[in-house]
């Protein structure tokens, strides 16, 4: 498939990770490895989506430029460390109160490290398995909203070069017929740092 020669799709695509994708050592407190898939219409991400963000971002820092990572959020660190614990909760439940508002699907997949390295073989790496298994999901949302032949752009965070790499080499493979539809997926990976 000629990437190049596809229409644009209505639809662009985050993806983010919660968790370790390690099974070498396991964390008790959270076995779990989880790749969110949000999907939003482009019109609505750009005319309603970011402008709220970008405002509650003015109304607690005065400019845009925060970047909300969660760590960065609950360690205090970055432009966080000046929050002090009331104007923190206040962010927190507006970030909330604007995610619950929002109009997006998510697509998420939720691998237990333990079941996976009880069965899978050694070789499986969780991150590229949660996001060919993500990868269909997105594939039969688009499919059932009419874009599937469309090119769509799947953002990822910024990994590293050699992750990246490794990442994209993947993407492409399940993009290339390498999935359980054995059908070709009209994605482009984009990374975010």
Known sequence: MDISQLQYGDYVVYVDESGDHGLQSIDPEYPLFVLSFCVFEKKYYAHVATPALRMLKFSTFGHDMAILHERDIRRRTGIFHHLSKEPREVFLDAVTGLIAQMDFTLLAVVIDKYK??????????????AMQLGLEKLYQFLKSSGQHENLTHVV????????????????????????????????????KC
């Open 156 to 191: 990822f965070e910024g990994r590293g070069r050699t992750e990246d790499a490794a990442l994209e080499l993947e993407f492409r493979r399940v993009c290339d017929n390498n999935n359980s539809f054995l059908d070709s997926m009209p994605t482009k990976n984009l990374w």
């Open 116 to 129: 996976l390295q009880k069965h899978a073989p050694t070789s499986t790496h969780t991150y590229h398995l």
